[in-house]
């Protein structure tokens, strides 16, 4: 079946440090992969998409490139900022059917 | 204003009460869904709809109920609430394109006591 597996958070970073948060996937066909963010009291906003292997999504100083031989969708941010500070959820999408992780709690601290 | 409307924000409601979430888009997608969020469990589809006439039960259906009122209406009904169905309740909608995102209102937190 389909699946997102991301990893547990939640992770704290200091302000300007790398992040990475894995994702991977379990999936039939070609999915169309993304990662959504949710900040405290409002619903998933989409932060980027890659929609055929190979393909990097950007937005934000945030970047994730789909890996189909390696079933990933890692997102990655050269120096975070207090304003990163959000759950992060990859999802992917078959058909019209969508698929999301548990999710990833991240806190920036100054 | 918000693409994806979601009304209420909060309710606070007993057990056994009948109770109904709105949702109204401005998008013109065909697709729309409902969504239960609940900490450490991610999203969980309940309910979703391709068009007015199309209705379709997802992994948690059991104790919801719901209603495609015009393309851009679909509304979330729980019978008899129960203090389990206390979760953070999101409606989506999405375009027929391949590749297109989900797009999520604001939420509907609601507490059964």
Known sequence: ?110 | DADVTQTPRNRITKTGKRIMLECSQTKGHDRMYWYRQDPGLGLRLIYYSFDVKDINKGEISDGYSVSRQAQAKFSLSLESAIPNQTALYFCATSDVSVGSPLHFGNGTRLTVT
């Open chain 1, 1 to 110: 079946g389909n699946s997102v597996t991301q990893m547990e958070g939640p992770v704290t970073l200091s302000e300007e440090a790398f992040l990475t948060i894995n994702c991977t996937y379990t999936a039939t066909g070609y999915p169309s992969l993304f990662w959504y963010v949710q900040y405290p009291g409002e619903g998933l906003q989409l932060l980027l998409k890659a929609t055929k292997a190979d393909d990097k999504g950007s937005n934000k100083g945030f970047e994730a490139t789909y890996r189909k031989e390696t079933t990933s969708f890692h997102l990655e941010k050269g120096s975070v900022q207090v304003s990163d500070s959000a759950v992060y959820f990859c999802a992917l999408r078959t058909g019209n059917q969508f698929y999301f992780g548990t999710g990833t709690s991240l806190t920036v601290i100054p």
